[in-house]
């Protein structure tokens, strides 16, 4: 049986909350994601993907903005005195 993740939009045109679409990205455990708050593997297999809303008829495409991280430098010691925090 095919296994996905949905993930649930709300429009930005006429704020119509039930726009879905499916994934296969991830682990694919049946799940339901906001938008707000999906993990970086689900949202990875819908990036750039078309999707319009049923009620006002507007086409969007999906972007992942690119995550920062903070990277830090420490002293160079042995790979047991290294200290990450």
Request: some cysteine; overall charge neutral; charged content about 20%.
């Amino acid at each position: 049986m095919p296994c996905f993740d949905t993930i649930h939009f709300e429009c930005p045109n006429c704020m119509y909350n039930k726009i879905s679409i499916q994934t296969k990205s991830g682990k694919c455990k049946l799940k339901d994601y906001h938008f707000t708050s999906v993990p970086i593997e689900e949202a990875s297999g819908i990036a750039n993907t078309e999707i319009t809303c049923p009620k006002c008829n507007t086409t969007f495409y999906i972007g992942i903005p690119t995550p920062r991280v903070r990277l830090i430098l420490t002293e160079k010691n042995s790979p047991d005195e290294i200290i990450y925090s």
